[in-house]
């Protein structure tokens, strides 16, 4: 998720010498890429940015992955592109690292499974102790490796491009190593993909960027068509769901963070109390067998719900959708090196508000730094009072223990998932116990 997800802002760094960033897998914490090293913060207060972990040992870190809240992290350097390192960030020791063939373009985990994608190429590990299960080979031609990982690790499911030229995706099974399906989901080459939490479903975006679309897993089948606008063509950058798959965000190069809402506009209302508005939105689904796509494809998209403007024009970001002191907030790491937090109407949605504008580093100072600076210079203490209506503010999340989700197959809603319990057997990532029990040769 991503950046996921959670998936990154790579490229030319910023102004602070921001490289990369991330949120992990339940977007409790950003992981960011420097020239210097890399840095992991807490993201479960809104008023104030914990550092977890720094480290300077790497420079020019452009992938920086960490495996929920555990002492997982990998670690790619532009210095050594070809190598992933994987490192028990509280001990401060590495754990393994791997070469590969060619330039490591994403790295994707969850309990079960950790992916590396190189443009032309994915590996598939097995992340109870590294090994190499699987090498999908000649896959298309993926040049800004695109891809995707349930964070579900009962099914594990891996989206990845089908086709350099069209939007195709090919749905993988990481578990079981077989391919699921393959949907046609655009015209043009895919720009992003993410899955929701429990790995039932999956979004994509185009290169174009002007609609995004929802499909059901396993299947395949279309549920959701959103239109982001029809004036130009953008890159979308980033995509995530909700941790309940009721919204879903956007970024991209454009000033505007785009948040749909998922829901199905049930017929069974309209059949009961007959309308001119309802027998013209039958007349117009009949008649869609027979228009133009393009007219089709107009008379099934929803608009966005809520809209984020960023302050900033043009620079790389990752947006995630995340619950903080029990309130629906948007989150914008930006390549500026700064991480931006909204306020989100769940109900009537519209425009965003911003409450809070953390510095992710300073020459300064030490601790990860915040400004106080809201939508139209509203004094400090008006933008905390929407956090502050909250009596009692959600504790750090214990690194001993996580939710479980819902859908995961083993652990039913509420219980705890002891942090190094994966999938199968007991793995251990806290700091009494090595990761992982077997030791592995360097290659």
Not at 56 to 67: A, F, G, S
Not at 219 to 245: C, H, P, Q, T
Not at 304 to 326: D, E, M, P, S, Y
Not at 335 to 357: F, R, S, T, W
């Amino acid at each position: 998720r991503g950046m996921d997800t959670g998936e990154g802002a790579e490229g030319p760094s910023g102004p602070a010498g921001l490289i990369c960033a991330s949120f992990n897998q339940d977007t409790t914490s950003l992981a960011v890429g420097t020239k210097t090293g890399y840095r992991l913060f807490s993201v479960t207060a809104v008023d104030r940015l914990d550092r977890i972990h720094e480290s300077t040992e790497t420079p020019d870190v452009y992938i920086v992955e960490r495996l929920f809240s555990s002492s997982l992290v990998v670690v790619v350097s532009l210095a050594m592109p070809r190598r992933m390192n994987v490192y028990h960030f509280k001990k401060g020791t590495e754990i393994c690292n791997y070469s590969y063939s060619n330039n490591i373009l994403a790295v994707r985990l969850n309990r079960q499974r950790l992916i590396v994608c190189l443009e032309e190429s994915i590996y598939i590990h097995n992340i109870k102790d590294m090994k190499l299960l699987k090498t999908l080979l000649n896959t298309p031609s993926n040049p800004t490796g695109l891809c995707a990982l349930s964070i579900n690790h009962a099914n594990s499911y891996l989206a990845y491009p089908g086709s350099s030229t069209i939007g195709e995706i090919i749905v993988y099974d990481a578990n079981n190593l077989s391919t699921v399906t393959m949907i046609p989901a655009h015209d043009s080459p895919l720009a992003a993909v993410t899955f929701n939490a429990s790995g039932t479903k999956l979004a994509s975006a185009s290169e174009r960027g002007t609609v995004i679309r929802v499909f059901t897993i396993p299947e395949g089948l279309k549920l959701f068509e959103f239109r982001r606008g029809m004036k130009r063509y953008v890159n979308i950058s980033s995509l995530s769901f909700s941790s309940d798959a009721q919204f879903l965000c956007a970024s991209s190069n454009t000033e505007t963070v785009h948040i749909f809402k998922l829901e199905q506009h049930s017929p069974s209302r309209e059949e009961e109390s007959p309308t001119w508005s309802a027998y013209v939105g039958k007349m117009f689904s009949a008649a869609s067998n027979y228009l133009p796509a393009q007219v089709s494809d107009m008379m099934n998209q929803d608009r966005a719900f809520a809209t984020v403007r960023l302050n900033v024009f043009g620079q790389k970001n990752v947006c995630a959708l995340a619950t903080i002191q029990k309130l629906p907030r948007l989150l914008v790491a930006s390549a500026d090196g700064h991480l931006y937090i909204y306020n989100v109407d769940p109900q009537d949605g519209g425009e965003c508000m911003l409450v809070k504008k953390h510095r992710l580093f300073s020459s300064e100072q030490d601790q990860g730094e915040s400004e106080e600076e809201c939508e139209g210079g509203v004094p400090p203490q008006a933008c905390q009072s929407y956090a502050a209506t909250v009596a009692i503010p959600t504790a750090v999340p214990s690194s001993t223990g996580l939710t479980g989700y819902s859908e995961d197959g083993g652990a039913k809603k509420g219980e705890l998932i002891p942090e190094h319990e994966f999938a199968a057997s007991p793995v251990c990532l806290d700091d009494e116990n090595e990761f992982p029990p077997v030791s592995i040769p360097n290659n």
